[in-house]
């Protein structure tokens, strides 16, 4: 079994600052893509930061020279910065993972973690 789970949330003002960090744990072969995702109540999840396994990242426009991903062996982390109220939403952790025996990878997602920015 693999279980993602994630820490960081929580209310901050505008211009403020907040690193998320989701751990993957279990049994786990190897990771390829993980990223972030979010959504904001009555809207579709949509991408905010992805990382490959080689270390190529992409952004949304929206968070582009304000959010960074990176990520640490089974780890991932987005250090948000000069947040925004439109950043607010639930963030969720995503990654790819290959279990042993196993030949293809599988998606898995966190539980979500919340995300408040006032103006």
């Known amino acids: 079994q693999v279980q993602l789970v994630e820490s960081g949330g929580g209310l901050v003002q505008a211009g403020g600052s907040l690193r998320l960090s989701c751990a993957a744990s279990?049994?786990?072969?190897?990771?390829?893509?993980m990223g972030w995702y979010r959504q904001a109540p009555g809207l579709q999840r949509e991408l905010v930061a992805v990382?490959?396994?080689?270390?190529t990242t992409n952004y949304a426009e929206s968070v582009k020279d304000r959010f960074t991903i990176s990520r640490a062996k089974n780890t991932v982390d987005l250090q948000m910065n000069s947040l925004k109220p439109e950043d607010t939403a639930v963030y969720y952790c995503?990654?790819?993972?290959?279990?042993?025996?196993?030949?293809?990878?599988?998606?898995?997602w966190g539980q979500g973690t919340q995300v408040t920015v006032s103006s």
């Open positions: 995503n990654t790819a993972i290959r279990e042993p025996g196993r030949a293809a990878f599988k998606d898995y």
């Open positions: 990382i490959t396994s080689g270390a």
């Open positions: 279990g049994s786990i072969l190897s990771i390829n893509t």
